[in-house]
Structures are given as structure tokens and as C-alpha cells.
């Protein structure tokens, strides 16, 4: 059952599952990276999740991955708190504060969908990476020595693969979690997000590339994306009582739009999804030789873009460990170390951050709303502030405190 002495099988080529099997690579173990979806339509996805945080860049530079995502991108150094009801700046935060801390001082807006195709050209480049494009797993069995997985191939034909260890990268669906009966709690918001991506540039208006804005009736985010043409995405909480062709009928995304903006034509409309927001964590990461990673293990709002980022660090972390551990350099209670490590960032910062982002921008009771406005502009004007809130923003102090994890 063990197949090569030191081979993974890892299901899922999300931006988690490409750069996992990147970074074992890197470290001289074989992998089968198993994904449903075909080249052709590979790139046929929603583009989903795209600021990149300084945290993140250090680790996609580490396997070649940061220089082909630059030239697609937006560096942005900055971002906003604004006022909706007042029209006005609360905070504007600089990632220049972050220069003695990270090699990248700014986050990279760049989504998803360009990631992968990216790192997907590299894997496939990669001697020791069996891509299988068009291969969907269906269950796993484990022993001692190793696993098994199976799948149904290319050519739509059952097959087994064999590896020492699987990981399911496989997204929130994972089907390895519910083999191996892991729990995913949490629970789920009842309003679903409406992003509208928009061809018009809000910089006229003074918003910088991320802005957060908050409004006791109508939250949103905007942020702004490259093209050609370059595109803003603003993300709105929408009615859970009114359904998905009400909600997206042009009309209706005019009316919010100009709500927004108030502007005396129609925006250029260039896509949009609606799309329902979870809170879980995985209550075990690991069971055996079967272990969990990115949304996976954990799904949270995207305010604040931690999703992606923080599934990507489970991916390195992850890497290191197996590595170490299928070169005989270490024993499995590394991976205990790795659950230890990575649910409790889950839990402790990627889900009471997004919860609190979240809270922040729809808070309705005035006085704590002035409050938290007034913190943000305190913690913006003094450079020391400024830091450590970048620091737990930009993901830096996560992966910091991770290491102190024993
Ligand atoms: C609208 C939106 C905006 C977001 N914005 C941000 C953001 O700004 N920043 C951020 O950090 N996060 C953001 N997120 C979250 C982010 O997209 C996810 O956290 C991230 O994509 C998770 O990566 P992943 O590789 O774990 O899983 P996924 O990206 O879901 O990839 C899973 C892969 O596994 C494949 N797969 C699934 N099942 C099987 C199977 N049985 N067999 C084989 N293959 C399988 C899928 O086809 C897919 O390719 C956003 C999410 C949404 C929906």
C-alpha cells in the first residue's frame, strides 16, 4: 500500500494543494497531485481570493512562485477604513511600516484563478509532480504503512493510487474529512455576499486599492484588481430572504452600485457572484496519515482576505513536516505538531479576526461604532500602533507565534 518510500498524495490543485506539492517537491518528495477539474476548464472558475499578504509573498518567493504573480498584479501598500454614512477616511494604514519586518512590504492583489494557473504551469514542470488533471477522488483507506486512494481518471475508469500520506486540499467539501469523520464546526451567516466587479476607477474618489467600509445598513469592501480592463470588486451583505435572480438582476446591481456612488450613468458591469459565508474549523486536522489543510480544514468570511493566505501557510508548514519526516529526520508526532500549530492559528486568529472584521464594519449601536472609528484612527496616527496592527493583519504575528507552538 506504501508506493514510493516517500510519495504524497495530495487532492486538490486550489493555490493550498499547487503550492504544498511545490514546496515538498522543493524538499526532494515525490507527489501525485490529484485534481477534478480538466485543462480545460481548469481556468473556467470564479477568480475568488486575491490579497496576498507580505506573509504569503515570503512563501510563494520561496518556490518561484512570487516573480510570475507580480507582473499579473497590483502591489498595494496600502489600505482604507471609510465611513459610509459619513462619506469620510477613517484610517488609511501603510505596509511601509512592515520594511524591517518582511521583504515585502505590501500586499499583492492578485485572485486566485491567476495564482493557479501559475503555479500549475510550475508543478507540471516539476520531475518529481505527477499532475492528473481530470481525476476525481472518491474515498481513502489507510494502514500502517501508507494509503490509498480512489479515484476515477481521465479516462473515467476507477483506479487506486498508493502513497505514504494524503492531504486533502480539496476545498471546503473535502471528502477526506468526511471519511475519515472529522466534525466541521461553526456555523454559517445567514446573509450571502453580492460581489459586483465593476470597470470604473474609484481612486477619483479617493479610495485606495483596499478599502474597508463600514455602514450600520449596507457594510462593503472594495478592491481593485488588474486586467486589462482593471476591475474594482465590491462585496456586498444582501437580504437572506430575497433570492439570486432578484438580487442579480442588472437593474438591481445598478441601483446598489448607485447607492454606493451616486453616478449619473450606468456602471460597467463585468461579473458577479453571490455566494453564502462560513465560519468552521476542522476539529481534528489529522487522523492517521490523512491530514487537512486550507478550507479544507478551515473556512472563514473573506473580509480582511485570510482564507487563501492562511491555507497557504498550513501548506509550508505542512511541507516541512512530512519532509522531515520522510527522510527520516523525524518522527510522525511532528504531525500532531502541525495540528497543534495551525488550528490553533485557525481558530485563535483567522476565525476571531474575520468574526471581529466583520462585526467592525456592520456594527449599528453609535457609540460603539464611534469607538471603534476613533481606535482605528489612533491606531493609524501612531507608527507603533500602526505596526502591530499591520503585523496581525498582514498574517506576520500568526506565523510568528505558530513557531513558538511546541
Ligand atoms: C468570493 C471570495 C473571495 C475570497 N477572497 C479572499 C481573499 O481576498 N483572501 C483570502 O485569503 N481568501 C479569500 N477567499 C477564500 C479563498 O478563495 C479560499 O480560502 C482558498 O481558495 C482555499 O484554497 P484551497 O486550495 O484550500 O481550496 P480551493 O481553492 O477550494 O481548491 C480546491 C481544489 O480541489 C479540487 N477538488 C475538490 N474536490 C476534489 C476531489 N474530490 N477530487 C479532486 N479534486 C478536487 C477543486 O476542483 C479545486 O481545484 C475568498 C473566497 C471567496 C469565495
Redesign the pocket.
Known amino acids: 500500500m506504501a508506493g514510493p518510500p516517500n510519495s504524497v498524495i495530495v ?7 499547487l503550492c504544498l506539492a511545490l514546496a515538498l517537491a522543493q524538499r526532494e518528495v515525490t507527489v501525485t497531485l ?4 480538466s485543462d480545460e476548464n481548469f481556468l473556467d472558475q470564479v477568480p ?4 496576498n499578504h507580505p506573509a504569503t509573498l515570503e512563501l510563494f518567493d520561496q518556490i518561484g512562485l512570487y516573480d510570475k504573480l507580480e507582473p499579473r498584479g497590483i502591489v498595494a501598500p496600502k489600505f482604507h477604513y471609510w465611513d459610509r454614512q459619513e462619506g469620510k477616511l477613517i484610517a488609511e494604514f501603510d505596509h511601509a511600516l512592515l520594511k524591517d519586518d518582511t521583504r515585502f512590504p505590501f500586499v499583492l492583489q492578485c485572485e ?1 484563478i491567476k495564482i493557479i494557473e501559475e503555479a500549475l504551469k510550475l508543478a507540471k514542470a516539476h520531475p518529481l509532480i505527477d499532475v492528473r488533471m481530470a ?3 472518491n474515498s481513502i483507506e489507510q494502514n500502517t504503512d501508507g494509503v490509498r486512494a480512489h479515484v476515477t481518471n481521465a479516462d473515467d475508469e476507477a483506479e487506486v493510487l498508493a502513497g505514504r500520506y494524503i492531504v486533502s ?5 473535502s ?1 477526506v474529512r468526511k471519511d475519515i469523520g472529522v466534525e466541521f464546526e461553526g456555523f454559517t451567516y445567514p446573509e450571502r455576499t453580492l ?1 459586483i466587479e465593476v470597470a470604473y476607477d474609484f481612486r477619483q474618489h479617493g479610495y485606495t486599492e483596499r478599502n474597508y467600509i463600514s455602514d450600520p445598513v449596507e457594510y462593503s469592501n472594495l478592491f481593485h484588481w488588474k486586467g486589462p480592463p482593471d476591475r474594482w470588486r465590491i462585496h456586498f451583505p444582501t437580504d437572506p430572504n430575497e433570492d439570486e435572480t432578484a438580487l442579480t438582476r442588472p437593474e438591481a446591481m445598478q441601483a446598489r452600485l448607485k447607492r454606493f456612488l451616486p453616478l449619473d450613468r450606468d456602471f460597467d458591469i463585468k461579473g458577479c457572484n453571490l ?1 453564502a459565508v462560513h465560519q468552521r474549523v476542522a476539529k481534528q486536522f489529522r487522523a492517521g496519515r490523512a491530514i487537512l489543510a ?3 480544514a478551515h473556512v472563514n468570511s ?1 473580509i480582511g ?5 492562511s ?1 497557504v501557510h498550513d501548506a509550508f508548514n505542512l511541507a516541512d513536516k512530512l519532509a522531515r519526516i520522510l527522510h527520516n529526520q523525524a518522527d510522525e508526532q511532528e504531525l500532531d505538531r502541525y495540528e497543534r500549530q495551525r488550528r490553533y492559528i485557525a481558530v485563535k486568529h483567522t476565525q476571531a479576526q474575520t468574526i471581529r472584521n466583520k462585526r467592525l464594519l456592520e456594527e449599528r449601536d453609535p457609540t460603539v461604532r464611534q469607538r471603534n472609528h476613533d481606535e482605528l484612527r489612533r491606531s493609524a496616527e501612531n507608527p507603533e500602533l500602526a505596526r502591530k496592527f499591520l503585523l496581525r493583519t498582514s498574517l506576520i504575528e500568526s506565523l510568528r507565534e505558530a513557531e513558538q507552538i511546541p
Do not use: F, K, W
Open positions: 487532492v486538490g490543485a486550489g493555490p493550498v494543494g490529484v485534481e477534478q477539474l475568488r481570493a486575491g490579497s486566485r481525476t476525481t477522488l486540499a480539496e476545498g471546503a467539501r471528502i460581489n455566494y486550507g478550507d479544507a473573506p482576505g485570510m482564507g487563501l493566505n491555507g
